[in-house]
């Protein structure tokens, strides 16, 4: 399972309204991307990269040199010197801010919860527009200069693709439809819960904005994804419009995106958002707790929006009670985007 930031609905767009040289860049990084996975479909799990499980925190970076060959020259590890790269050293703290949250405020060792290492490989060839977790590592690009810029340099991003590698360690959401769609939305919410914990920001304090930064000036739009708004993150007249749903009656039917998982989370994002919002305070604490446990324990590979909302009803009901504020913040949640309990 390949993960990628930047859904592919938004490159295609770029293949058709872009100029002749985003075109070019968007078009290389749809078939660098769809090669890589075919590649690792038929090799499975990728060998070059061990995750033999050590006590605590462990990171090492590796620089791709703008090539497609992975993991590349390592160049930085646990402990050692801060790197003259800005995309090294990004990706180095990023990588253990996102351990220390679940470390902290879970107990989680690490991406499978017994100290995996956490591997991630920067520059990933020449102006290459993404970011994913394949299975065994993270892999940054620079982005193109123009449209993106380093994939690095958003907390939330490098949350959200090392999400995708608890997900894979626990209920291992199927990548397609709603158990996609739950997929995408869970690295979401954790992605904006790591940034929310280092700005320490409580729930009506945050942007709710997934990859706010990632895009350059001259692009109209804040972020790739917006979880308090969804359909509103950007609308330009290259990357197209924001095609998020935010509510069950704008469900999107389509083949493309792995049958939506990018463009349906719209809808358990914002039903994350409204729970969090109705339970106040720091939303990891609560509201995290509830989507942590229910992930971890409750979750199965075929799960759909409807077993999302009965399963975090049921915890947030088992962890608080049933008649609590929190319960009945999820229950109005999930009411909230079109989803009765």
């Known amino acids: 399972m390949i993960c990628t930031i930047v859904p592919s609905h938004i490159l295609k767009e770029i293949t058709c309204r872009g100029s002749r040289d985003q075109k070019e860049k968007a078009l290389e990084t749809l078939i660098q991307t769809e090669q890589f996975r075919g590649l690792r479909n038929a090799l499975g799990i990728l060998p070059f990269l061990t995750a033999v499980p050590i006590a605590g925190k462990w990171r090492t970076l590796y620089d791709a040199g703008n090539k497609f060959s992975l993991p590349g020259r390592m160049v930085r590890e646990e402990g050692g010197l801060k790197n003259r790269d800005l995309a090294v050293n990004e990706a180095y703290e990023?990588?253990?801010?996102?351990?220390?949250?679940?470390?902290?405020?879970?107990?989680?060792?690490?991406?499978?919860?017994?100290?995996?290492?956490?591997?991630?490989?920067?520059?990933?060839?020449?102006?290459?527009d993404n970011a994913f977790w394949n299975g065994t590592q993270m892999v940054y690009g620079d982005g193109d200069g123009d449209l993106f810029d380093r994939f690095t340099k958003c907390l939330d991003i490098i949350g959200h693709e090392l999400t995708h590698g608890i997900?894979?360690?626990?209920?291992?959401?199927?990548?397609?439809?709603?158990?996609?769609?739950?997929?995408?939305?869970f690295a979401d919410v954790f992605g904006s819960l790591v940034k929310q914990y280092k700005n320490r920001q409580k729930a009506e304090d945050a942007d709710w904005l997934i990859g706010e930064g990632l895009l350059k000036a001259k692009v109209h739009g804040k972020a790739l994804r917006s979880m308090k708004e969804p359909g509103t993150a950007y609308d330009d007249p290259v990357l197209g419009k924001d095609p998020q749903p935010a509510h069950m009656k704008n469900y999107v039917e389509t083949y493309d995106d792995n049958g939506g998982v990018h463009i349906n989370s719209g809808i358990p994002n914002r039903a994350f958002y409204e729970a969090s919002i109705r339970i106040g305070g720091y939303a990891w604490e609560k509201a995290g707790q509830i989507w942590y446990v229910a992930l971890r324990d409750r979750f199965k590979a075929a799960s759909d929006f409807k077993d999302a909302a009965k399963i975090t009803f049921s915890v947030a009901s088992e962890t608080f009670g049933k008649n609590s504020k929190e319960a009945k913040a999820v229950s109005e949640a999930w009411k909230a985007v079109g989803i009765k309990i």
């Open 94 to 128: 990023g990588s253990g801010i996102h351990y220390d949250f679940f470390k902290e405020t879970y107990g989680r060792d690490s991406l499978d919860g017994k100290g995996f290492q956490l591997h991630s490989s920067v520059h990933y060839g020449r102006h290459y």
């Open 167 to 185: 997900v894979q360690f626990e209920a291992n959401l199927a990548y397609e439809g709603q158990a996609g769609a739950l997929n995408e939305s």
